[in-house]
């Protein structure tokens, strides 16, 4: 019988709503597969999946990898592929070996924080080749992954180092950091301490028991482990003898061994620091201060220049002694937190007639920064120049949104005058402030720049509103408190698919939990295709969230918690 080799095959993961075989199953249905899963609270047992599947994928913790393989194998049809996607492959694939169907092992050499294949690699053991196998390879390289063929044992052999070594090494450097209990100063950081403590945070974010079973199963570890304890305590004894000699020639012999690879490390090293947040991983909390200290002491960036309606306000949250710096961007602000120059920044999110302010949502997405809170504020518009009555006025300089907000008024009142746009309210005011020119803008800036107010409360809809968002480092009890922020604010990325929105909700629905905001921007990123926010009735932190998160795990790639709103 001919086989249809143009077949979409059906795919089945068992383990599919852990981390990494719930990211295959997203990658797989944003390719238009259909997906089987089973899990722990399935429906779907592990043996009616096998029997059905057409490539069955095993992605379950290293320690039972093989039991569920022994479990199924016998039960994957021969026309099938049996495949699994651990971090180590010796065993699975020898219990493997025995099913009568193809067979593959696959290691992704990548986390299901990614976002897209393109220049990832995936390690193919390949054991009993069928048609589903090139299959897989096909479909990988499509979506631009490099795929890295080698015996199991080999792939082993590589990851107790490139793994197990370098992540039990990490685990001791961060270990002795927290038993020192020190405050750090940022002053003295320096760039390879930078670089370090990145890898050690990223380390720390996953799973330990995977990184036990990394370390613990892999039989070519305790041999390399025999030999690192063997160098460490031959360094400490340098150390400690003082023997400048011995260490130095320890060093020079790495360092001519790797000496094709230095200059790349430096320069790279280099561009990384560049780009990437310079704030280390945090050992102890610092201590809380009272909210009208803490304020007194920070600086608070704002979208300016001085007089804006993001000036005026921050204004009403901060006193007015308080250190404000203005900056012509919302990235400004944004870069000037992460950059550690500044505390807090007040940055517009939304107004009630003009809708979302895209900068600010690009800018949570790009910096890894927390809202610590949000509050409204009533935008209302003055007409303002140097001339006596409005009557004289024959040019007006605001911005587009402005104009769209008082265009009843400025028709009734106006309806002759040029208008001008321009790329901020108070920005014209500082290049001219001829006679005959009017602004509209904030009553601060009327105060600020000594113009006459020749109207006011000139916007046609006086229930104009714009939400701003408080931004700063890391979450702020003190400011949370101050500005009552109860809701969550969270951002997903999601594959673009059929029914993903209405599944993602549901499990909002399920927790019996109310979303207030529901924002949609694309992404531009295969092969997900837009990115979520959406504001949460619930107190952060607190077990519902915790409960929340773990749920949308399943649908989401990414899961980030912005803060509080």
């Known amino acids: 019988m001919k086989k249809n080799i143009n077949k979409k095959p059906l795919i089945g993961i068992i383990g599919g709503n852990g981390k990494i075989g719930n990211w295959f199953k997203n990658f797989f249905e944003s390719q238009g597969l259909k997906v089987l899963i089973s899990d722990i609270d399935t429906e779907l047992t592990n043996i009616e999946l096998a029997k059905s599947a057409d490539i069955v994928m095993v992605s379950v913790p ?23 996607n651990t971090s180590l492959k010796s065993a699975s694939v020898a219990a493997m070996k025995k099913a009568k169907s193809g067979v593959l092992g696959i290691h992704p050499l990548f986390g299901p924080q990614i976002l897209y294949l393109e220049r990832q690699k995936i390690v193919f053991c390949r054991v009993k080749d069928n048609q589903w196998v090139f299959f897989l390879k096909n479909l990988f390289i499509k979506n631009n992954a490099k795929i890295i063929e080698v015996s199991p044992e080999e792939h082993d052999y590589q990851m107790a180092i490139i793994q197990a070594l370098i992540h039990f090494s990490n685990i001791g450097v961060a270990r002795t950091i927290y038993n020192q209990k020190i405050n750090f100063n940022s002053s003295f950081f320096t760039p390879t301490f930078r670089l370090q403590s990145l890898i050690i945070g990223r380390m720390l974010a996953q799973d330990p028991k995977l990184y036990a079973d990394i370390e613990m199963e892999n039989p070519y570890f305790k041999k390399i482990l025999l030999e690192f304890e063997k160098e460490i ?6 150390v400690r003898k003082k023997d400048t000699k011995k260490f130095s020639k320890k060093f020079e012999e790495v360092s001519s061994y790797l000496a094709d690879f230095k200059r790349i490390a430096e320069i790279k090293s280099t561009e990384v620091l560049r780009i990437v947040d310079h704030q280390p991983i945090k050992i102890k909390n610092k201590e809380k201060i009272p909210v009208f200290d803490f304020i007194r002491k920070k600086k608070i960036g704002f979208l300016g220049p001085a007089g804006t309606f993001s000036h005026q306000a921050a204004l009403s949250v901060f006193p007015r002694n308080s250190n404000l710096i203005s900056f012509l961007t919302i990235h400004e602000v944004f870069k000037n937190i ?84 321009t790329t901020s309210t108070t920005a014209p005011i500082l290049e001219n402030k001829g006679r005959n020119i009017g602004f509209i803008a904030s009553e601060i800036a009327g105060k600020i720049y000594k113009l006459n107010v020749l109207a006011e409360d000139i916007e046609d809809n006086k229930e104009n509103f714009t939400k701003f968002y408080l931004i700063s480092k890391e979450l702020d009890r003190n400011m949370q408190k101050k500005l009552k922020a109860n809701k969550t604010l969270l951002l997903l990325s999601v594959y673009d698919r059929v029914g993903i929105l209405r599944d993602i909700l549901d499990i909002f629905a399920k927790n019996n939990l109310n979303l207030t905001s529901l924002q949609s921007i694309p992404s531009h990123s295969k092969p997900w295709d837009y990115l979520f926010f959406l504001e949460v009735v619930v107190f952060y932190p607190s077990a519902k969230v915790k409960k929340v998160l773990k749920d949308l795990e399943k649908y989401c790639p990414v899961v980030r918690v912005l803060g509080v709103s």
């Open 62 to 84: 290293i320690k039972v990898t093989q039991k569920v393989i022994e479990e199924i194998r016998h039960f994957v049809r021969k026309d099938a592929l049996l495949c699994d």
């Open 233 to 238: 305590k031959g360094l400490a004894e340098d």
């Open 338 to 421: 992460n950059d550690n120059k500044i505390d807090f920044g007040i940055v517009p999110a939304e107004n009630t007639i003009s809708g979302i302010i895209p900068e600010t949502n690009n800018a949570l997405f790009d910096y890894p920064l927390k809202t610590t809170g949000s509050f409204n504020f009533q935008i209302k518009h003055y007409l303002l120049g140097m001339a006596k009555k409005k009557e004289e006025i024959e040019i007006i300089r605001s911005k587009q949104q402005v104009f769209s907000q008082c265009q009843k008024w400025l028709r009734d009142n106006l309806p002759k005058v040029k208008h001008e746009e």
